[in-house]
């Protein structure tokens, strides 16, 4: 009888080890929860922007609709606030001194047994204080020229660097050093979102960091990142959300709406209003033509001018549209971030203004791959660390 009870549980070992991912969530996601690429028409959009308006006339009606919101995107996560932040260990190396600027190449256990992966600039320049940025980045389906190692991306943190700030770009799941799981993890958008508030963690863990300047900003998959924690996480004190916000698309990738934070059985919104929910913090939409944030300008900004003016901070929300251009964050999108970053960071745009009195990223070393790398044959991945859909899945079964 011994040995018969044995080897049933050894096959049911088996059993669940060889389980798709899909189904080794606590409980299934309910499918029509969720909002998921273009939900809505542009018209419908817009108008169930407007029906949102209707719970909130005033500012405690807003601060109400906010806390539901917020407590959505947490259910839908299947994740509590006061989840167990773990040690970070960070791993940190490979030091190289630019014009201006440093680079390292940096990890650290978000949950035990799983890395952020990422590269960490500092200024060369030692001050008593430093504000602090973190830069998610968006999808890109080229690896030769993708995530955090695309130079638009190195461009944007080292000219940060050089404005006075601490900036971390982490891979999304499934990206660069991030290959512990896939992309396409049914859990991906709450892997990620630990992954950022676990970021600011280790932001604040490093000397001299000002803990009420910081800052977040990304584009695409990264604007969704920008505000999902900014919703999360007061202690994001500015948010640049860019190409992203938009009342009828709710974002086509897992890591974006594969879970259910925009709708439950009594409530439903949009990432207008969870983008929102950085007021009065200071907020800058920045929109283009050749997406679906064209509508920014009559759409989503006044709807999210109005929630700041119910707390009498209109000052404080922004929107740069750029109606000739498309997806991206290119140089007219990140000089319009800059002198905001500036503005509410106390960065230095000096430091990065040529003679014509415009933001010039000249200075900037675009570096090889190779050379950013956390994991290499020097620097070998932890053994411990979890590997496949399947052992993260276990692994974030432990993270409530």
């Known amino acids: 009888m011994k040995n018969v009870k044995t080897l049933l549980f050894l ?13 080794l969530l606590a409980q299934p996601v309910d499918t ?17 922007l407007a029906r949102s308006a209707e719970n909130y006339q005033d500012l405690e009606g807003w601060k109400n609709r906010a806390e539901r919101i917020r407590q959505g995107i947490w259910e ?16 940190v190396h490979s030091k190289r001194t ?24 500092r200024p060369a320049k030692a001050q008593p204080t430093y504000a602090a940025v973190l830069c998610p980045h968006g999808h890109w389906s080229d690896t030769t020229d993708y995530g955090r190692f695309r130079e638009d991306m190195q461009k944007r ?33 709450k892997l990620q979102v630990i992954n950022a508030l676990r970021s600011v963690d280790f932001l604040l863990s490093l000397p001299q960091v000002d803990p009420k300047r ?28 860019t190409v992203m916000v938009a009342a009828h698309f709710f974002g086509g990738c897992v890591c974006e709406s594969g879970l259910p934070i925009h709708k439950s059985a009594n409530h439903q919104t949009s990432n207008v209003e969870i983008a929102a929910l950085a007021a009065p913090r200071p ?14 300008p009559a759409v989503e900004y006044p709807h999210t001018q109005a929630i700041y003016r119910l707390y009498g901070k209109e000052e404080n929300v922004g929107n740069v549209h750029l109606p000739q251009e498309g997806h991206d964050y290119g140089i ?20 990065v203004t040529n003679a014509a009195g415009e933001v010039d990223e000249h200075f900037v070393t675009v570096e090889p791959y190779a050379k950013m790398h956390v994991f290499d044959a020097q620097h070998p991945r932890p053994s411990y660390a979890v590997k496949g859909d399947k052992a993260v899945s276990r692994l974030l079964e432990m993270v409530k």
């Open 11 to 23: 096959i049911l070992i088996w059993v669940v080890y060889h389980l798709p991912a899909t189904l």
């Open 76 to 91: 839908g996560l299947r994740l509590s606030p006061d989840f167990k932040r773990t040690p970070l260990k960070p791993i």
């Open 214 to 241: 910081l800052a977040v900003t990304g584009a695409s998959g990264g604007g969704t990142q920008t505000f999902l924690l900014t919703a999360l996480d007061e202690r994001i004190a500015v948010s640049v959300p």
């Open 157 to 189: 943190c080292a000219t940060l660097a050089r404005m006075g700030a601490v900036v971390f770009a982490y891979d999304m799941v499934g990206y660069g050093d991030a290959d512990q799981s896939s992309h396409q993890h049914p859990e991906a958008l």
């Open 98 to 121: 630019y014009d201006g600027y440093t680079v390292e190449n940096v990890a650290f256990e978000s949950i035990p047994g799983f890395f952020v992966t990422g590269n960490l600039y």
């Open 332 to 351: 007219n999108k990140r000089k319009a971030m800059y002198p905001f970053l500036a503005k509410h960071l106390n960065l230095s745009l000096d430091a």
């Open 283 to 296: 907020l800058l939409l920045i929109s283009d033509g050749g997406d679906w944030t064209k509508n920014t």
């Open 32 to 48: 029509t929860l969720l909002c998921q690429g273009h939900y809505y028409t542009e018209a419908e959009g817009a108008a169930a």
